[in-house]
T-cell receptor
Framework: KNEVEQSPQNLTAQEGEFITINCSYSVGISALHWLQQHPGGGIVSLFMLSSGKKKHGRLIATINIQEKHSSLHITASHPRDSAVYICAVRTPGDLYSGGGADGLTFGKGTHLIIQP | DAMVIQNPRYQVTQFGKPVTLSCSQTLNHNVMYWYQQKSSQAPKLLFHYYDKDFNNEADTPDNFQSRRPNTSFCFLDIRSPGLGDAAMYLC????????????????FGPGTRLTVL
């Protein structure tokens, strides 16, 4: 089963700071998702990557397949960015490996607070 | 807007009283997933449907069942809820399943928070 580790678990920063959240996983994947979850809310998909880098507004996601590592960056952070950011991976394999070929295996999330 | 809808957003049930959670989608996606997320934990996949093909995760308790009467709707039935089943239940969809690719992106609903008294 793929082990997904995120760091840091908690991060508090000031408005305007550059934020980096890291994700590493133990087994080769077919795709990695970065997700955002607000308190008491559902999950919003930010990015899905299998290689390289993607950018959307102030958010940038990168992935290094060889090193089994991904980062999510937020530029010019704002209090409305405060949320839990979750890394989730899709691992090729059979349906009986727990979060295998079709479901996602999730990290525990990074709780981000941006203070004004 | 095409979306994933979950009803109700908040559900309260009594210990042992069957409860059904609902998910619908206007994306016309082939795959629908149910995840359970307990407080301060990562979501955990319970099962998924690929069209009408039901796929149960090995460690999903028998207490949890699912139905997908058509492409748009999927239901999560908890036959005898226990206190440990209190959680956020998330429904998600994707156009296809299998290896990574644009069609694999999962779209999540807002979740249903289940309280068991």
């Amino acid at each position: 089963k793929n082990e997904v580790e995120q760091s840091p678990q908690n991060l508090t920063a000031q408005e305007g700071e550059f934020i980096t959240i890291n994700c590493s996983y133990s087994v080769g994947i077919s795709a990695l998702h970065w997700l955002q979850q607000h308190p008491g809310g559902g999950i919003v998909s930010l990015f899905m990557l299998s290689s390289g880098k993607k950018k959307h507004g102030r958010l940038i996601a990168t992935i290094n397949i060889q090193e089994k590592h991904s980062s999510l960056h937020i530029t010019a952070s704002h209090p409305r960015d405060s949320a839990v950011y979750i890394c989730a991976v899709r691992t090729p394999g059979d349906l009986y490996s727990g979060g295998g070929a079709d479901g996602l295996t999730f990290g525990k999330g990074t709780h981000l607070i941006i203070q004004p | 807007d095409a979306m994933v809808i979950q009803n109700p957003r908040y559900q309260v049930t009594q210990f042992g009283k069957p409860v059904t959670l609902s998910c619908s989608q206007t994306l016309n996606h082939n795959v629908m997933y149910w995840y359970q997320q307990k407080s301060s934990q990562a979501p955990k996949l319970l099962f998924h449907y690929y069209d009408k093909d039901f796929n149960n995760e090995a460690d999903t308790p028998d207490n949890f069942q699912s139905r997908r009467p058509n492409t748009s709707f999927c239901f999560l039935d908890i036959r005898s809820p226990g206190l440990g089943d209190a959680a956020m239940y998330l429904c998600a969809t994707s156009r296809v399943r299998g290896a990574g690719g644009p069609g694999n992106e999962q779209f999540f609903g807002p979740g249903t928070r289940l309280t068991v008294l």
